[in-house]
């Protein structure tokens, strides 16, 4: 059996939910503003609260989106959802539905939901620097006259959300530039990380890192559980 080590450090932590003596933040909008400045009114002008033609090729041509969620009590989470390109359908200008697929069944996003409806959700395109901004309020519906369009590989989801837009726009390139995201020569071979087994064996060493990596490789191959 393949054996994990856990390493152990020695350094100081901040205390859970303290910046004292780490740092000074910013507590108010308007030193924010004084650090950052305000938004022009091309930027301004550029929010909407629906799709147009124009905007919602982004919505059609995106096979990956980031959605973003909190609790009642403000925790937050973000969670990636990906599928064939236009697997998010735009139902009217104002509406959207994001159709769900089996996951790890924790239901953070769902939870969340239950608690608290409003949503963000950030498109991406390969290949493409600007991404599309949505924000608004979901709902967890089940219709399936609503769902059955989103079948994949014959398989209708049990669930999906239904947006209501309320903020829309595009997002400038420039963090994708930094970052050089889409430049192949930039691209990280996954073997140069820890593997998801070695990362579960560093929490609970009872877990097999190469068995779960072999079980799970043969899982994905299979396509199981993707839909």
Wanted: some cysteine.
């Amino acid at each position: 059996m393949r054996r994990c080590s856990r390493s152990r450090s020695s350094a100081a932590r901040t205390p859970s939910g303290s910046l004292a003596g780490v740092a000074t933040p910013v507590l108010a909008e308007d030193a924010l503003r004084s650090l950052i400045g305000e938004p022009s009114d091309v930027v301004r002008a550029k929010i909407s609260d629906r799709l147009n033609d124009l905007t919602r090729q982004f919505v059609e041509r995106s096979p990956f989106l980031c959605l973003a969620t909190s609790a009642a009590d403000g925790a937050c989470d973000v969670s990636p959802r990906g599928d064939p390109p236009g697997f998010v359908r735009i139902l009217d200008e104002r509406t959207l539905l994001l159709p769900d697929r089996p996951g790890n069944r924790l239901a953070d996003s769902h939870r969340n939901i239950l608690e608290n409806p409003h949503v963000a959700l950030l498109f991406v395109i390969p290949g493409v620097s600007d991404t599309f901004r949505v924000n608004g309020t979901a709902a967890i519906v089940t219709d399936r006259e609503l769902l059955e369009p989103c079948a994949v590989e014959g398989k209708v989801p049990k669930l999906g959300l239904l947006i209501e837009i309320e903020e829309c726009f595009t997002h400038c390139s420039k963090a994708f530039l930094r970052a050089q995201l889409w430049d192949p020569e930039r691209y990280v071979e996954r073997k140069e990380l820890p593997s998801s087994g070695e990362i579960l064996c560093s929490l609970d060493e009872r877990i097999d890192a190469a068995a779960y990596d072999a079980e799970r490789a043969e899982r994905y191959a299979r396509r199981e559980g993707f839909y």
